[in-house]
């Protein structure tokens, strides 16, 4: 047997390729945590511990809107290009249409951080509420209605898509 293959002289990139691994190890987990703090968090409300402590708040809310039965609708009436008007059409449980209501629209870009834009739609007639807006670029929006008259207050999302 040749001794000359078990020498400690040959194993001496040994320590080299564990410290190799070492930094390749280092890189990847600091390439990890760059990115996991540049990335969206994902969180829809900035405080949701308070939020998650008040659902109960929610779900009561809920229920009352529930027992309204009031319906709504929402679209976008594209008059040229982006430009257009915001259209709710609300009607209560006997599908009798609501006027003298206080309505607001608040137009979200779900798909990237664009900020809000709210509208203050005025009633013209059958239940119908409307606003114009020109929306930033095409493509899918969400149209969050809010309805109040006196305590009652009814809510709903839809999601429309302008090209």
């Known amino acids: 047997m040749n001794r000359a293959l078990f020498s400690l002289s040959n194993c001496r990139w040994v320590p080299w390729a564990i410290a190799g691994s070492f930094l390749i190890v280092f890189g990847v987990n600091g390439a990890l945590a760059y990115f996991a703090l540049k990335s969206d968090t994902g969180l829809v409300s900035e405080h949701p511990f308070e939020l998650g402590n008040g659902?109960?708040?929610v779900l009561q809310e809920a229920a009352?809107?529930?027992?309204?039965?009031?319906?709504?609708?929402?679209?976008?009436?594209?008059?040229?290009g982006l430009t257009g008007s915001i259209i709710a059409t609300l009607h209560d449980a006997s599908d009798l249409p609501l006027a003298g209501l206080s309505v607001t629209a608040t137009v979200v870009r779900p798909v990237e951080p664009l900020p809000p834009q709210v509208l203050t739609l005025d009633a013209t007639?059958?239940?119908?509420?409307a606003a114009p807006i020109t929306l930033l670029r095409p493509g899918q929006w969400e149209l969050r209605i809010t309805a109040k008259r006196g305590s009652d207050m009814f809510q709903f999302v839809r999601r429309v898509v302008v090209r």
């Open 125 to 129: 007639g059958r239940g119908e509420y």
């Open 64 to 80: 009352a809107e529930d027992a309204l039965g009031w319906r709504g609708a929402a679209t976008f009436s594209p008059a040229h």
């Open 55 to 57: 659902y109960n708040r």
